[in-house]
């Protein structure tokens, strides 16, 4: 079946610790993307990659930082600058101006 | 800043009611809009998605969207209290950016 898969479902994070999750799709999308999403509120855009070994700088960067060596592969590191990293965090993927695909996220809190 | 905005809520109808979801847009160079539900703790689910003026129906759903007047909205005929979600209105900003509403909550009384 073709989707996203996003790992760990859940994440602690000690202070002071950097931590990756884990972005993985087979929809053969060229585009993806990373949000943040509080509680109660709507999702805002950390990164997004158009295309392999390229990505963007969405609304939220600071204290995250992102990779794409592969097509399928979009993985988030959430590093020790990032003081408030208590959220529940989205994956998507897309082709140009077609809906967004999400996987099932991935909720960080702190130790 | 180009924004998408929405009601928060909560919106209550009664079971079996028309539900009417509202969503404005800042960017005239929109051209894709998007409804997404999401149950609370999970992830957003594709509902519809509109490219054109006008209405597209499938199902119990009905999107539309007036460019003229920057305004995006979701009918949901029929409701069920398993329509009881959050749902989200999106726009693609230029080629490959999406901004999202904060989300109208929607509550179906049985």
């Known amino acids: 079946d073709g989707g996203i898969t996003q790992s760990p479902k859940y994440l602690f994070r000690k202070e002071g610790q950097n931590v990756t999750l884990s972005c993985e799709q087979n929809?053969?999308?060229?585009?993806m993307y990373w949000y943040r999403q509080d509680p109660g509120q709507g999702l805002r855009l950390i990164y997004y990659?158009?295309?392999?070994?390229?990505?963007q700088k969405g609304d939220i960067a600071e204290g995250y930082s992102v990779s794409r060596e592969k097509k399928e592969s979009f993985p988030l590191t959430v590093t020790s600058a990032q003081k408030n990293p208590t959220a529940f965090y989205l994956c998507?993927?897309?082709?140009?101006?077609?809906?967004?695909?999400f996987g099932d996220g991935t909720r960080l809190s702190i130790l | 800043q180009k924004e998408v905005e929405q009601n928060s809520g909560p919106l209550s109808v009664p079971e079996g009611a028309i539900a009417s979801l509202n969503c404005t847009y800042s960017?005239?160079?929109?051209?894709?809009f998007f409804w997404y539900r999401q149950y609370s703790g999970k992830s957003p689910e594709l509902i519809m998605f509109?490219?054109?003026?006008g209405d597209k129906e499938d199902g119990r759903f009905t999107a539309q969207l007036n460019k003229a007047s920057q305004y995006v909205s979701l009918l949901i005929r029929d409701s069920q209290p398993s329509d009881s979600a959050t749902y989200l209105c999106?726009?693609?900003?230029?080629?490959?950016?999406?901004?999202f509403g904060t989300g109208t909550r929607l509550k179906v009384l049985a």
């Open positions: 998507a993927s897309s082709w140009v101006t077609q809906p967004q695909h």
């Open positions: 960017d005239r160079g929109s051209q894709s």
């Open positions: 990659s158009q295309i392999v070994n390229d990505f």
């Open positions: 929809l053969n999308h060229d585009a």
């Open positions: 999106a726009g693609t900003s230029g080629t490959y950016k999406y901004i």
């Open positions: 509109i490219y054109s003026n």
